[in-house]
């Protein structure tokens, strides 16, 4: 057996190992008084209560609500939203997603909030990437989760 087809078989043996010995971080809401948190498996608090509500973690996000506004955080508990708006999905990604230039899914989720001007109270809808960039939709469509991705994406 040639050197590169041992180094070859060795890496990749390498790379399922430490693939099985690598678990993603399950966290879970759980309350204190009156406030949540996340706790890990081992029932540590991963991410601090400060939250007057949390929704489980989808796509590594998570809706809470601090205060009165809704906002959006990741694994770290740091705020990638922040918390001005009055609704959202309880799970990120459960809606939507749109394609990237490769045609993987990338799932979206939308917050909403009531913009207040002297004529009427409207409801403002934003969409938000898993890092809580807001997506500007001008020319790019945003799918359902039933949608198929099309075989050519005119979007990009």
């Known amino acids: 057996m040639d050197i590169a087809k041992t180094r070859w078989m060795m890496l990749v043996a390498f790379i399922l190992l430490n693939s099985l010995s690598i678990r993603a ?3 879970t809401p759980k309350q204190q008084g009156e406030l949540w948190g996340y706790v890990d498996e081992s029932g540590n608090f991963v991410i601090q209560p400060a ?3 949390v ?3 989808s796509h590594g996000v998570a809706a809470v609500i601090k205060g009165e506004s ?3 955080i990741d694994t770290q508990g740091n705020m990638i ?3 001005v708006y009055s609704q959202c999905p ?6 939507a997603f749109q394609p990237n230039y490769r045609g993987e899914r ?3 989720g939308w917050l909403a909030h009531e913009l207040q001007n002297s004529a009427s109270a409207q409801l403002g809808v934003v969409w938000v990437d898993n890092k809580g960039k807001i997506i500007i939709t001008q020319a790019k ?4 989760l039933d949608d198929r991705i099309p075989d050519v994406l005119w979007d990009y």
Not at 90 to 95: A, D, I, T, V
Not at 141 to 144: D, E, L, Q, S, V
């Open 106 to 108: 990338k799932y979206i």
């Open 51 to 53: 939250f007057k509500q």
């Open 70 to 72: 809704i906002g959006l």
């Open 25 to 27: 971080q399950i966290l």
């Open 141 to 144: 469509r945003i799918y359902t």
């Open 55 to 57: 929704c489980e973690f």
């Open 81 to 83: 939203q922040r918390a």
């Open 90 to 95: 309880l799970l990120f990604g459960e809606s």
